[in-house]
């Protein structure tokens, strides 16, 4: 349990919008020092010089953090400027949907390479320094936390590959508490598993590269887009309140992290069908017009 942040330091992928933007801000009023790291330039720059202005110490860094060259030579930054991070959010995330058999392996390489390989990339580079300097001093506490989403507990239709690398995420995060737990009882680790939040992920194609330009959008993939476009944007918990909930939770050793804890009913529903080897149970139960307008989407000539 950390409840000291003074003079601290934090990498945040994905630093730009979103979680890591406001991760960052609550970071800069707690005395932190701040390593940004995003893929957008602009974004970047603005968050930068936004929180170098609010007094925080910034290390700003544009990478691709599904690049593995890229990220060890972001580890090698950080301990030049800072040293070992006391905090590491491997919170950099895309989002992809449509029906699973109709994305295209650009698809997967990219949203696995930056949702999955991303947070890999991170808890790799930046694990090992967190542990020497633990070694190093006995008062030193880390910790780490990677964004998931409630699609790494769920499986909601027309979101494959989304749901696929955020159970990766998930299955990452739980088995990095347990080694860590193993080696060090000064770091520790959490997964943040938010629901429909207003946060750039749902036009994360803005930052697809080049050489993984998609082909021309299918209907499943139009549809998928348009309803993860209002369910983002309706959503009523903002990404700040869901990046005090993850400095509460890290204050409190609280590993799950939810931004809808009432979402959880739909995790017990699946854990259910698992444990009865029961078929999997209609995601739209609740609310069946839902299911019935996808359906008709999808099946209009």
């Known amino acids: 349990m950390i409840t000291d942040f003074n003079n601290k330091t934090a990498v945040l992928t994905g ?3 979103g979680f890591g933007l ?6 800069a009023r707690l005395g932190m020092n701040l390593v940004l790291v995003d893929v957008q330039q602009d974004a970047l720059d603005r968050a930068a010089q936004e929180l170098q202005a609010a007094g925080a110490p910034v290390l700003a ?64 580079v930046f694990t090992p320094m967190m542990l020497a300097a633990a070694a190093q001093d006995p008062a030193w506490q880390g910790h780490i936390v990677n964004t998931a989403s409630m699609a790494g507990l769920l499986n909601a239709p027309n979101m494959g590959i989304y749901n696929v690398s955020k159970h990766a995420v998930v299955a990452l995060s739980e088995t990095l508490y347990q080694d860590l ?8 680790a959490s997964v943040l ?5 207003p946060t750039g992920i749902s036009q994360s194609h803005r930052n697809r590269p080049a050489d993984a330009a998609p082909a021309k ?11 993860s476009d209002k369910a983002v944007g309706s959503g009523r918990v903002s990404a700040a309140d869901v990046a005090q909930k993850v400095f509460d939770a890290m204050a409190a050793g609280q ?4 931004s809808h804890p009432k979402a959880i009913g739909s995790v017990q529903v699946r854990m259910e069908d698992i444990m009865l080897a029961r078929n999997p149970t209609d995601p739209f139960a609740h609310k069946p017009e839902l299911g019935l307008e996808l359906k008709r989407a999808l099946r209009a000539g």
Not at 181 to 188: F, K, R
């Open 255 to 258: 590993f799950y992290i939810y």
């Open 15 to 17: 630093a730009g919008s």
């Open 193 to 197: 598993c938010p629901y429909f939040v």
């Open 22 to 27: 406001e991760c960052a801000r609550i970071g």
């Open 61 to 124: 860094q544009r990478v691709d953090v599904s690049n593995a060259a890229a990220m060890d030579a972001l580890g090698q930054a950080v301990q030049a400027r800072f040293g070992a991070p006391h905090f590491v959010f491997n919170n950099a995330g895309v989002g992809s949907g449509g029906l699973i058999w109709e994305n295209s392996a650009k698809d997967w390489d990219w949203v696995l390479g930056v949702n999955v390989m991303g947070v890999a990339h991170g808890v790799r």
């Open 181 to 188: 737990a193993l080696v060090t009882d000064q770091i520790s």
């Open 217 to 227: 959008p299918t209907r499943s993939q139009l549809i998928g887009q348009a309803m």
